[in-house]
């Protein structure tokens, strides 16, 4: 089975921590160039793939491999390669009018920032280039190129501690290492694909089922047929990235004519991004890790093809496209899954969001916010109902009587769970006074 070790390193010294960016930014140098190689001949040919593969890769390996070590950048070009054949991949599918599994057109895949504005630090490292000591005082060593090694009258092999204890311990194989700059929390991540026996016990019970609904004002609604419920609220993360959008947008507005991007609005894109991809991540670990312990093995995900356009208004497709990036959230939460051995399915969840669970029917229904009415008498959340009526459909077991929901908001760092006294929330002072529980190792933010 293929399982994931996502876990916080920490540099041993503040040489280390500089030859560490060095590495990683030569790693994201390496991908740009490479990028930008295969993104010129593909628009020259008028999106041809066979000229992609035709761009100089030998010489630019050659140009990197003294700082990153030989394998390490051959390691960043096949990993560009991999984005590419799944780039082309997904534009056929699109392409396709038989087949309905991509609705928005793709694009190649993009850059990892430029030296002005600061490139975002970002490397792979062949699974044979690394080693990874548990234990009490766990340690990750990795291989640099001889360029770094003189630069730094250096052994060449760096030493890195791990914060935490790994999800996955015993596993017979691993895979090559991506490691990165989390910005948000200033905080190095390595991400240990590995391979574990069959017979590893996945999760606890492992027979329960849990569905979720995508929603635009609450992020997700999650039901379970453990009987508990989840609803993580988005309104505050929305506000805060419509004001940053609006922001941007008023910038643009004063640029001279022929200008379309500043240094500041550049930064402000990636300020908003790594907000909603700081929150997106955060919300798949804290539902999983609650997932994982009822024993639920499998997330039912409402696909959002064709329900947007028929039934949601025009500000709330705003919302979910600009904002949630459906695709991007469906693939971090797989991705998160595998780490605890959930399998995630996309499922259709037409007229879930209309559907009474009391007597059934859909066209008599009203939504005003979160409420959802029924004339049989019903009146419930909708969102939660929805989550309700979508796990129902989409598995044959018995869902148990619902627990009271439980309910989390955002605050900049961790989603906590609030009251349903609805009294004001505490206020953060000092973030490092704050006592924040939860394994590093495994990922938690």
């Not at 540099?11 to 994201?28: F, I, K, M, N």
């Not at 004001?243 to 200008?259: F, N, P, V, Y």
């Amino acid at each position: 089975m293929k399982r994931t070790n996502t876990f916080a390193v920490r540099p041993l010294s503040d040489t280390g921590e500089q030859l560490l960016r060095d590495l990683l930014d030569a790693s994201a140098a390496l991908w740009n160039e490479v990028n930008y190689e295969r993104l010129m001949r593909y628009n020259d040919e008028d999106g041809f793939e066979g000229e992609v593969w035709d761009a100089d890769t030998g010489r630019l390996e050659g140009k990197y491999k003294g700082v990153l070590g030989a394998s390490t950048a051959q390691q960043v070009i096949r990993k560009n390669s991999e984005a590419w054949r799944g780039f082309f991949d997904t534009k056929n599918k699109y392409d396709d009018e038989s087949n309905t599994s991509v609705t928005e057109h793709p694009e190649p895949p993009g850059f990892r920032g430029n030296e002005d504005d600061g490139r975002q630090l970002k490397g792979v490292i062949r699974n044979t280039s690394y080693t990874v000591e548990w234990g009490e005082r766990s340690r990750l060593e990795i291989l640099v190129g001889s360029e770094l090694k003189d630069r730094y009258n250096h052994t060449g092999r760096l030493r890195l501690e791990i914060a935490g204890d790994p999800t996955w311990p015993d596993y017979e194989k691993q895979g090559r290492l991506d490691l990165w700059y989390d910005e948000t929390d200033s905080t190095f991540r390595a991400s240990q694909p590995v391979t574990v026996s069959d017979d590893a016990r996945d999760t606890p019970l492992a027979d329960e089922k849990a569905a979720l609904d995508i929603g635009a004002n609450n992020l997700v609604a999650c039901t379970t047929t453990t009987g508990e419920q989840y609803l993580y609220e988005g309104r505050e993360l929305f506000q805060r990235f419509r004001d940053t959008t609006r922001e941007i947008a008023r910038l643009q507005s004063k640029l001279r004519e022929g200008r379309y991007s500043s240094k500041r609005i550049r930064r402000l894109y990636r300020k908003r991004t790594r907000r909603r991809d700081h929150a997106q991540e955060a919300l798949c670990r804290d539902l999983l890790d609650r997932l994982y312990a009822e024993g639920v093995d499998t997330v039912y995900v409402g696909g959002l093809t064709g329900v947007l356009d028929t039934h949601w208004s025009v500000e709330t497709n705003a919302k979910t496209h600009n904002f949630w990036a459906f695709n991007q959230f469906t693939d971090r939460l797989v991705c998160t899954a595998e780490e605890y051995g959930i399998s995630v399915e996309v499922r259709s969840e037409a007229w879930t969001s209309q559907e009474c669970p009391q007597c059934g029917g859909t066209d008599r229904t009203t939504r005003h916010q979160d409420t959802l009415t029924c004339p049989c008498g019903f009146e419930g959340h909708a969102d939660l109902t929805a989550s309700e009526t979508f796990l129902r459909r989409h598995t044959e077991q018995a869902t148990r009587p619902m627990a009271r929901p439980v309910r989390f908001e955002w605050d900049s760092h961790d989603w906590l769970e609030v009251s349903h006294s609805h009294r004001p929330k505490e206020q953060r002072t000092d973030p490092s006074t704050v006592h924040r529980d939860g394994n590093v190792a495994s990922g938690e933010s």
